[in-house]
């Protein structure tokens, strides 16, 4: 069973940084990618920061520049480097890892969720 752990969350001033980490129970060389998703009270689940198994990465246009994704095959782990945090950014923060298989000759991507990390942003 994939399990994927969140830390790293808190309270922080507008300008501060913070840095969440997401702690795989298997290899993360394993996943198709892995990824951060944010969501507040009333609003869908939005991807903020992805990155694929070969190291490529992708923002959302609201965190390019401020936010980055890295990962440490060695230890399981994918981190998200918040800088220069807004307001805006405050959020329950989500780890998503996507597996691809091939069921009955078709591919499929089973995704996993970590239970989530709060990141409170105010002045």
């Known amino acids: 069973q994939v399990q994927l752990v969140e830390s790293g969350g808190g309270l922080v001033q507008p300008g501060g940084s913070l840095s969440l980490s997401c702690v795989a129970s298997?290899?993360?060389?394993?996943?198709?990618?892995m990824g951060w998703y944010r969501q507040t009270p009333g609003k869908q689940r939005e991807s903020v920061a992805a990155?694929?198994?070969?190291?490529?990465?992708n923002y959302a246009g609201s965190v390019k520049g401020r936010f980055t994704i890295s990962r440490d095959n060695a230890k399981n782990t994918v981190y998200l480097q918040m800088n220069s945090l807004k307001l805006e950014d405050t959020a329950v923060y989500y780890c998503k890892a996507v597996r691809r298989r091939v069921v009955a000759g078709e591919l499929l991507d089973y995704n996993y969720w970590g239970q989530g990390t709060q990141v409170t942003v105010s002045s």
């Open positions: 298997v290899p993360i060389f394993s996943f198709y990618t």
């Open positions: 990155i694929t198994s070969r190291g490529s990465t």
